[in-house]
């Protein structure tokens, strides 16, 4: 039988907002139609009242579920530095626990009205919760390494790894601009040349990395120290991180850049003159939590750009859930239209993942799951908004 919904909008996002609009989903999940509220379709049906919004299931573009077990372990606004020194420190946990941990962060996601994740990973353990998850989940196998030399070995251990994450989907990643080198860029390009593969880079995240790009300064090459990584074949590139790496961005892939707390007009200039497939992706609760800093969203609004959003990890928020991603925005930036940036909660994402056809919108034949937003106002959040996952 099929459901029909209710509520004081219908949001599809790939149509405008519907004041008191119907959806009705098949018992399969399916959207088998979107109608106004006088409509002659909806006479005799038995119809759901919400009141709230009803928008489609949220993608969140970037976990990491293999650090989940990492909740209130690392304390907030040391930078990013700080930040990585202690991750790195805390990784000896037991496997029980950490398997526990993820499949706890999965149904946190699930309740939250997550549909669809991309999730990044160093290792295999969160196989099993993927492929156990009712979400659908691509993984980022993460590439690291800074050492030239290193290059073709971190690619051939990348290739095991996702041999062993197949059938699930997922593609070769590299980390951040400041843990890889050109030459590993060369051996993701070289494959992006034959494979279809989706790239997701840690970006900007903090001022540091683009201090170490230009002048070779900062607190980074602590970092290094920390890490005995030799940069002596590291030389200064007069210009940010993203300008130097932009031109080894594969050109036939979509690639997510991640965080862009530090992206000034001018990287965007840059970026925009090279003609890559880019989409931007905000994730603000982990900005704060980290460099208690937000990236300058107006510039990528004006520059029309695609925006995506994620949650990142515990390591660095205390929910993984996008509506409470959403209502920090609106209360930093509170000019923003939920119409413009449910979309990145949504259907961008979809997009960037390549499941739309699935995902991202109320329209027949997609099966996007159904969230009810409530306590709104009009088209407006309240910090009362909360989330009731519908389907
Ligand atoms: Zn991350």
């Known amino acids: 039988m099929p ?8 949001l599809p996002v790939s149509s405008k907002p519907i004041p008191n609009g119907v959806v009705a989903f098949s018992e399969a999940g399916e959207v088998i139609g ?3 509220k006088d409509s002659e379709e909806l006479s005799g049906k038995a119809i759901e009242q919400h009141r709230g919004i009803l928008v489609p299931g949220f993608i969140n573009t970037h976990s990491h579920l293999e650090l989940a077990h990492l909740r209130d372990q690392v304390p907030q606004h040391e930078g990013l530095i700080e930040f990585v020194k202690r991750v ?4 000896q946990f037991d496997e029980a626990e950490i398997a526990a941990a993820m499949k706890a962060a999965d149904q946190e996601m699930y309740d939250n009205g997550i549909v669809a994740v991309g999730d990044i990973s160093n290792r295999i353990v969160s196989k099993k919760v993927k492929q156990q998850s009712k979400l659908y989940y691509h993984t980022f196998i993460e590439l690291i390494g800074i050492n ?3 290059a073709k070995e971190i690619f051939q251990k990348g290739l095991e790894l996702k041999d062993e994450f197949a059938p699930l989907p997922n593609s070769l990643s590299p980390h951040a601009p400041y843990s890889v080198s050109k030459e590993l860029m060369r051996e993701i390009d070289a494959y992006c040349k034959k494979h279809e593969n989706l790239i997701s880079i840690h970006n900007q995240e903090t001022e540091e990395e683009n201090k170490f790009y230009r002048y ?3 607190k980074f090459l602590d970092l290094y120290e920390f890490l005995k990584q030799d940069i002596s074949f590291f030389k200064p590139q007069a210009r940010n991180s993203l300008q130097t790496f932009t031109p080894t961005f594969p050109e036939n892939q979509r690639i997510l850049l991640v965080h862009n707390t530090y992206t000034s007009i001018k990287d965007i200039y840059f970026v925009k003159r090279f003609n890559r497939d880019v989409y931007w992706c905000f994730c603000p609760k982990a900005n704060l939590y980290i460099e208690n800093r937000l990236p300058k969203v107006d510039l990528f609004l004006q520059q029309e750009l695609t925006i995506t959003l994620g949650t990142d990890s515990y390591a660095s928020n205390d ?3 996008i509506l409470s991603e959403l209502k920090n925005l609106h209360q930093q930036f509170p000019h923003l239209q939920l119409t413009e940036t449910i979309r990145w909660a949504t259907l961008n994402g979809a997009r960037f993942l390549g499941i739309d056809k699935t995902f991202g ?3 027949k034949g997609k099966k996007p799951g159904l969230n009810l937003i409530t306590y709104t106002d009009q088209l407006n959040l309240s910090t009362e908004s909360g989330l009731k996952r519908i389907i």
């Open 3 to 10: 459901k029909y919904f209710t509520a004081d909008y219908v």
């Open 34 to 36: 979107i109608y106004s």
């Open 88 to 91: 790195i420190g805390l990784r």
């Open 148 to 150: 030239p030399a290193k």
């Open 216 to 218: 070779r300064t900062g």
């Open 319 to 321: 929910k993984l859930c």
């Open 361 to 363: 919108s109320l329209e």
